[in-house]
C-alpha cells in the first residue's frame, strides 16, 4: 500500500466519520483525553440484554488518525460482546485499521480503543 | 563570520551528514550537536575519564580540572563574574526545582504571592505552584496581550508589598516572544523587594546574555539546547542567596565533614551538587561553549535576525495559516509557532516527516499557554544557527502540500 492510499484511507474517515455522534439514552460513555495534543474522544454505548454493543457513536476534536480510529473502531465493535472486546488488544486494532500507523501516531489511533476500555470499565488485555 | 553561519556550518554537525536532507527544525526542544562536543566527551572517555574531587591520581586530578574549567567558561559566557556563581544541575527544570525547594520552602511564606507570566513553560509553573499550595502562599499571573507579549503597565498592578518572587522566561518556547528583562527587572526593583528568577532555556543558546546586567537574582538555562550534550543545566545566582541557601540533594561530594552527630557542608557551589555529576557532558558542555563563542553570540543573534525576518514574511504570506506571538522581528526570535486551520498539527507533523522536515507539534510544555489561544496545540517550527533559508522554505512547501492533502 501506498503512503497516499493509506493517507486517503484516513483522510475518508476524517471527513466522513462513522457513527460519529453521541447517543442520547446511552448505557456506557467515557471521555478521555490524549495529553500529548490535547485531542479529546467521547464514546457513547448502547447494550442490549445479551451485552451486546447494539449501537455505538463518538465524537471529539481530533487528528485524522484519532477521528479514523474512532470510525473504524466503532464500526468493527457494534454487535460485539464486552466479553470478546475484553480479549481485544491494540495491536490487533492496529492491524484491523488496515493502514500502516507510525509509532509517533500509535497513541492518536488508539484513543478510541483506550475510550471504550474506559466506557465499558474492561482493561487492555495483556500480550502473550 | 555571518556567511559562515546556516549551510557552512552544517558540516560542523554529524546529524546532516548521516540525514541528508534533513530539515530539522525543533532546536526549541533540543538542538543538535557539533563534531566539537562529541569529541570532547569521547576524549573524556578515551584520554583522562576518572571520577571528579576525589581521586588522589593523575586521572582524576585531568578529569577534576577539565570539569571545573567549565564552571569558569559557563561563567564567562553569561557575565557570572565568579565561577562560585554557577551550579551544575541536570537541565533547567531542576535549576527552578533547586531554587523551589531550597530557597523558596525557605523564604515563601503563608500570603506571599510568587507572580509568573501566562507565556511560561511548565517547568517554569508547575514548582512554584506547588510550593504556593504547600506554603498557602499565592500564584498570579502576569496575563500576555494579543500579540503575545507582556504590557510593562501591567506589572504595576501585580506587583504588591506581598509578592517575594518574580519568575519569568526571558524568551517564550511558543510564542518567541523576547521579554525585555533588564526593564521588567528595573521596574521590579523600584516597587519592592522581590527576587527575580530568569528562565533563559530558549535565550542563552540564541543571544549573549549578561546576567549581571540584568541584574537577575536566579538565571537557569540548560546545555541541550545550546549545541551542548544533554543532562546538564545550569543555575546562576547572587552570592548572598546563594550562601542562605540550604542544600538540595545530600549525600556525596557535598559535605565538609560528617561524622554520626554532626553534618557540615561544602561550601558553595559544591554543596548543590550532591553525587557523581555528568563528568563527561559538562566537558561536552564546554566544548559547546567554546564552540558558541568562537563563532560569536552577537553574530548567531544577527544571524537569526535574519532569519526571523524571513519566516515572518514567509509564514504571514502563507493563506489561511495562523501566527502566534508578535508579528514585529524586533520583539522576538526564531521560534514560530502556528496553525493551520482544518489541519490537525499532528497531521500536518506527519506530512512534514515525509518531506524530512522535523517539527514539533502539541503544546510544547505551555498548556496553559495554548488554552489561552484557544486552541489545543500547534506546530513549531524552531530554527537555530544551521539552519537556511532553504529550509524555511522547505517549510511552506510543507504547509502548502498538508493544506492541499486536506483539500484547503
Redesign the interface.
Known sequence: MTYDMYREIIIDHYKDPHNFGIIKDADKSANKKNPLCGDEMQITVKLDKKKKISDIKFTGAGCSVSRAGGSILTDIVKGKRISELKKYTDRQFIQDMGVPITPARKKCALLSLETLRKALNITKPSVK | MRKQLGQNIKKDFPIFKNNPGLVFLDSGASAQKPQAVIRAITDCYEKYYANVHRGIYKLSEKSSAAYESVRAKAAGFINAGSEKRIVFTRNTTESINLVAYTWGRQNIRAGDEILLTEMEHHANMLPWRVLAKEKKASVKYWPINQEGRLDLNELDKLLTKKTKLVAFTQMSNVLGTINPAKEIIKKIRSQGSALVLIDGAQSVPHFSVDVRDLDADFYVFSSHKMCGPTGVGVLYAKDEILEKMNPFLYGGDMIANVTLQEMEWSEVPAKFEAGTPAIAEVIGFGAAIDYLQDIGMDNVFKYEEEMVKAGLRALLSVEGLKLFGPHEPEARGAVFAFEIPGV????AA?IF??QNIAVR???HCA?PL?QKLGI??SLRASFYLYNTLEDLNKLISGIKKAQE???L
Open positions: 490537525h498539527p499532528h497531521d506527519s516527516d515525509e507539534a502539541g503544546h498548556q495554548h489545543p496545540a492533502i486536506f483539500g
